[in-house]
Structures are given as structure tokens and as C-alpha cells.
């Protein structure tokens, strides 16, 4: 199995900054695209940025030039660098990740959840 742990979420003042992390842990073989969601109180879950595993990168409108989304490879693991932060920012943050992985001689391709980090950003 694999799971997806994910830390750096907390409470900011408007204008600040923080940079949440995932890692996956697991019998991975690789994993192919990695991304960051977001689900504001009361809204649907919505789309932050997604970055493949050759580093190609896409940004929702509403974070371009604030966020910026990077891994690394080696360590199985996916960031997200918020600057500028705004009280709409606020929200549960999840990462996910499509994963190969391997269970004695058979493997497996699923798309996994993180647990969930709160933002939230005070005015």
C-alpha cells in the first residue's frame, strides 16, 4: 500500500507565507503526476497546481504568481510554496499523487489522498 503524509499547513497573517510538503511512502515503483487541491469552507474541492514527473507544472488562475509547486523525485515527495496569502486562501489542502507500486509480483496503478492540512490565512 502507499500512503501520503502531508505537513507545513498552520495559521498566517494576510500577505505571509508557508510551504506545505507530501511524501509517499510505500512499495512504490514511481509516481506519475503530483498535485495540490484545496477545499474552502462550504466549497467543492478545487484544483491548486499539478506538476508531472518530468517537472512540467500548471497553476489555477487564482494562485499564479503567488504559489508555486516543485518535487523531488528522489524523495517521493511534493511541495507547495504559498506566498501572498489571502483569507480566500483559507482551506483544507490535500496532495495527490498517481502511483505505481507493487505487492508481491503483481503491480498497481491508483491515485492517492493525502489526510488533509489546514491553511488559514487571518486578515
Known amino acids: 500500500q502507499v500512503q501520503l503524509v502531508e505537513s507545513g499547513g498552520g495559521l498566517v497573517q494576510a500577505g505571509g507565507s508557508l510551504r506545505l510538503s507530501c511524501a509517499a511512502s510505500?512499495?512504490?515503483?514511481?509516481?506519475?503526476?503530483m498535485g495540490w487541491y484545496r477545499q474552502p469552507p462550504g466549497k467543492q474541492r478545487e484544483l491548486v497546481a499539478r506538476?508531472?514527473?518530468?517537472?512540467?507544472?500548471n497553476h489555477a488562475d487564482f494562485v499564479k504568481d503567488r504559489f508555486t509547486i516543485s518535487r523531488d523525485n528522489a524523495k517521493n515527495t511534493v511541495y507547495l510554496q504559498m506566498d501572498s496569502l489571502k483569507p480566500e486562501d483559507t482551506a483544507v489542502y490535500y496532495c495527490?499523487?498517481?502511483?505505481?507500486?507493487?505487492?508481491?509480483?503483481?503491480?498497481?496503478?491508483?491515485?492517492?489522498w493525502g489526510q488533509g492540512t489546514q491553511v488559514t490565512v487571518s486578515s
Open positions: 495527490n499523487a498517481a502511483v505505481t507500486w507493487r505487492r508481491y509480483f503483481r503491480t498497481y496503478e491508483n491515485d492517492y
Open positions: 506538476i508531472t514527473s518530468g517537472g512540467s507544472a
Open positions: 510505500g512499495s512504490i515503483i514511481s509516481i506519475k503526476a
